[in-house]
Nanobody, 127 residues
Framework: QVGMVESGGGLVQAGGSLRLSCAAS????????IGWFRQAPGKEREFVAA????????DYTDSVKGRFTISRDTAKNWVYLEMNSLKPEDTAVYYC????????????????????WGQGTQVTVSS
């Protein structure tokens, strides 16, 4: 099956850290931007971070800037989201996905521009 597989979620106290991983399954996504999104209970899915296919462009939503870091290991076909200083409001299911257009260095924060969604990984931050 072609898609993404997320891992690394869990339960952590406020102020703690987690590292999420996103692995490609069934094909390579080396030439595609990868985005991380999250969805909290009762809320719409929202953009968290994205990295271009060559790693040259990175974008974050304002609420995670300075706390989260996105990176990718193209050789291993993995994308990571390092999350520090976690807050209870970061609690959500986190998803990664590949942007639809290859070789695109313009990052888009809209989930309707992404395909090959993973099943998500739960992140719970206790206060």
């Amino acid at each position: 099956q072609v898609g993404m597989v997320e891992s690394g979620g869990g339960l952590v106290q406020a102020g703690g850290s987690l590292r999420l991983s996103c692995a490609a399954s069934g094909r390579s996504f080396s030439f595609y931007s990868i985005g991380w999104f999250r969805q909290a209970p009762g809320k719409e899915r929202e953009f968290v971070a994205a990295i271009s296919w060559n790693g040259g462009n990175i974008d974050y939503t304002d609420s995670v800037k300075g706390r989260f870091t996105i990176s990718r290991d193209t050789a291993k076909n993995w994308v990571y989201l390092e999350m520090n200083s976690l807050k209870p409001e970061d609690t959500a299911v986190y998803y990664c996905a590949a942007e639809r257009t290859p070789f695109n260095t313009r990052l888009v924060p809209h989930d309707n521009e992404y395909d090959y969604w993973g099943q998500g990984t739960q992140v719970t931050v206790s206060s």
